[in-house]
């Protein structure tokens, strides 16, 4: 299956500070879609990015999709205490969703 | 609605024995999926039904067996538990097979906590 690898494994920012998080896969993607998971939580879907170069916002959240269509990265500015949890990027292969390890946030208040 | 409903939330085994991980949803999607989470590692897909009635084996099904019960659920056993099998595991649909490009995102459960001991 795709296999794509997540940078940084953890992130501590200051809240009020940006940070950016990546997904980098060796294969080119068809797509890819971004999760996130609270503590204790379940996933939940943020986003779908499917074309090459393709931008998507959601309030202070900017998700990236490369122009090869092997990395994508999310963006967080003005980083919030509500921003904390684990993001993931989830790529597709044929008829099934993987997962990389994920970036997990804490925020200093 | 429910959404995506897993029994139980927690469980103790001990090696050995066997249990079954319940999931069922309400959103007459297509197609369920079995995750298990483990510390640093993400989330490895364990057994996947792409639509009723067909089951097809994920990243990590060793120790483990399915069965899609009918469109709404979607079971995974544990015919004799280790303390590898140890994890958080999730259930999660999705309205369509996501391999066209618009895709379903999946919707998942609460998780369902499993301590082999």
């Known amino acids: 299956g795709q296999q794509v690898m997540q940078i940084p494994q953890y992130q501590h920012v200051q809240e009020g500070e940006d940070f950016t998080t990546y997904c980098n896969s060796s294969?080119?993607?068809?797509?890819i879609q971004w999760y996130k998971q609270r503590p204790g939580g379940h996933p939940v879907f943020l986003i779908q990015l499917v074309k090459s170069g393709e931008v998507k916002k959601q309030k202070r959240l900017t998700f990236q999709f490369g122009e090869a269509k092997k990395n994508s990265s999310l963006h967080i500015t003005a980083t919030q205490t509500t921003d904390v949890g684990t993001y993931f990027c989830?790529?597709?292969?044929?008829?099934?969703?993987?997962f990389g390890a994920g970036t997990t946030v804490t925020v200093r208040a | 609605n429910a959404g995506v409903t897993q029994t139980p939330k927690f469980q103790v085994l001990k090696t050995g024995q066997s249990m079954t991980l319940q999931c069922a949803q309400d959103?007459?999607?297509?197609?369920m999926y079995w995750y298990r989470q483990d510390p640093g590692m993400g989330l490895r897909l364990i057994y996947y039904?792409?639509?009723?009635?067909?089951?097809d084996k994920g990243e990590v099904p060793n120790g483990y067996n399915v069965s899609r019960l009918n469109k709404r659920e979607f079971s995974l056993r544990l015919e004799s538990a280790a303390p590898s099998q140890t994890s958080v595991y999730f259930c999660?649909?999705?309205?369509?097979?996501?391999?066209?490009?618009?895709?379903?995102?999946?919707?998942f459960g609460e998780g369902s906590r499993l301590t082999v001991l």
């Open positions: 959103m007459n999607h297509n197609s």
């Open positions: 999660a649909s999705s309205e369509q097979v996501p391999a066209a490009a618009n895709t379903g995102e999946l919707f």
């Open positions: 039904s792409a639509s009723e009635g067909t089951t």
């Open positions: 294969t080119t993607l068809s797509n």
């Open positions: 989830a790529p597709h292969d044929d008829y099934k969703l993987s």
